[in-house]
């Protein structure tokens, strides 16, 4: 009988040790990561925090308040220059067909990350989950690199229109119009999927705070458990060649386009003056932001965060006012469209029944 419990006794230590070995190799240490990953367990990252804009508590509820505003704006602005342009048939040109396209980037532009940033002013914890921050990486390279190109098509458009006015409905065509849409679109989806590439793959393993209000690509990275350099190169590479190569398209074509007018003095060529500095300014406000943060390699994360404010908030709020202020034909047409569906009596009748519905 003692026999019999020593033999039971050895079989389950046998079998005890043979367990261990079978779950140390099941689990061998990749030597390939380094050592602060294998100390800790390979902890994998499933959130990130947020820092926001400022990390004073005062002055959160004064930025939400602002920032809803601008949001609002940008949402009202850009949404009427899209029915203006639908809903005129004088505005059914090929520049006004680019605008309209141009309008609804904005609104996608400033939609991406907007909301967030105005739901974590209120909130305590500013986290935003692993999924979601790629989801935002993903839609600001798809937007912006697709706005790139459209306002490549736009000044593309304006040189047609200039130096070649007799053969602008020919070359512009509508077909013509559609396929440079979708060019921009096609553009940014595979500027987006390479830059999202880079950062799908990286182990995430310890830090997990984005020193902005949205992840952004160049933060992100840096914040991966191995050395980003190489990775960080070939971020800046697409995204400068991307801005670099449209904005030294966009310089060409005004300089050409800037000559042309030059040697004309006419009244056409005066309403063509004011369209190319309403187009100039865009591209300025847009790309001057772009290529900073993603081509100048100095920039402080401070700088970054201000900039990406600029081109996330400022310009899509910018571009109606620019092109509405400047532009007879837009402001008739929004005339028109105010007269036909706001009259002083279906105001009036419209404040009468939301009266009586309080008050009933």
């Known amino acids: 009988m003692v026999l019999t419990s020593l033999s039971n006794f050895s079989l389950l230590l046998l079998f005890n040790w043979t367990l261990e070995l079978i779950q140390c190799s099941d689990t061998p240490e990749d030597k390939s990561l380094p050592k602060s990953m294998n100390e800790t367990n390979y902890s994998r990252v499933t959130e990130f925090v947020l820092l926001g804009l400022s990390s004073s508590k005062e002055l959160q509820p004064f930025l939400f308040l602002i920032f809803s505003l601008l949001y609002l704006a940008i949402l009202l602005g850009n949404f009427l220059i899209i029915l203006t342009v639908t809903s005129d048939s004088r505005l059914h040109t090929p520049m006004y067909f680019l605008l309209a396209n141009l309008s609804f980037i904005d609104i996608c532009v400033a939609s991406f ?208 006012v620019i092109y509405t202020l400047r532009n007879k034909e837009v402001k008739a047409a929004m005339s028109k469209l105010r007269s036909r569906y706001l009259k002083p009596g279906q105001i009036s009748a419209l404040i009468r029944n939301v009266l009586f519905l309080e008050t009933k």
Request: hydrophobic fraction near 50%.
């Open 113 to 320: 990350a907007t909301p967030k940033m105005l739901a974590d002013f209120l909130a305590e914890q500013k986290t935003i989950s692993f999924e979601a921050c790629l989801a935002q990486i993903f839609f600001v390279h798809l937007f912006t690199g697709g706005e790139m190109v459209l306002l490549v098509s736009m000044a593309y458009d304006r040189y047609v229109a200039i130096c070649k006015p007799l053969h602008y409905m020919t070359i512009m065509s509508r077909r013509v119009c559609i396929i440079l849409v979708l060019i921009s679109w096609c553009v940014g989806f595979i500027h987006t999927t390479s830059q999202l590439a880079f950062t799908v793959n990286l182990p995430f393993c310890g830090p997990n705070q984005v020193d902005s209000f949205f992840c952004d690509l160049p933060l992100v990275t840096k914040l991966a458990c191995i050395d980003t350099y190489i990775v960080s190169l070939l971020i800046v590479a697409d995204s400068g060649f991307l801005s670099m190569s449209s904005f030294l398209l966009l310089v060409i074509s005004y300089t050409v386009i800037l000559i042309t007018v030059r040697k004309r003095s006419s009244a056409s060529m005066a309403k063509a003056r004011s369209t190319l500095t309403a187009h100039i300014t865009v591209v300025i406000l847009f790309f001057g932001p772009c290529i900073f943060i993603y081509v100048w390699p100095f920039s402080s994360y401070s700088v970054d965060k201000v900039l990406a404010v600029f081109y996330t908030i400022f310009t899509p709020i910018l571009n109606p």
